[in-house]
């Protein structure tokens, strides 16, 4: 049985990501909207489930 359940997750970094995760949604690929908006698109539609008893780590490049 999933205890955390997450689906189309995205992290846009940048201090404006209003207008970036709209072309986001729109389908527009990250170096464009990089361009367009300044801002910096790190994940993307990632969907994933932790079941009871596991354990789960994101980790960034800091470790």
Do not use: C, P, W
Not at 22 to 40: F, H, R, Y
Not at 43 to 53: A, I, L, M, P, T
């Amino acid at each position: 049985m999933a205890i955390i359940k997450v689906e189309h997750l995205a992290k846009i970094y940048g201090s404006d990501t209003d207008k970036a995760l709209k072309l986001l949604n729109q389908g527009m690929d990250n170096e464009s909207i990089k361009k367009q908006t300044k801002q910096v698109v790190g994940v993307r539609d990632v969907s994933f489930q932790v079941e009871q008893g596991e354990s789960f780590v994101i980790m960034g490049l800091s470790g």
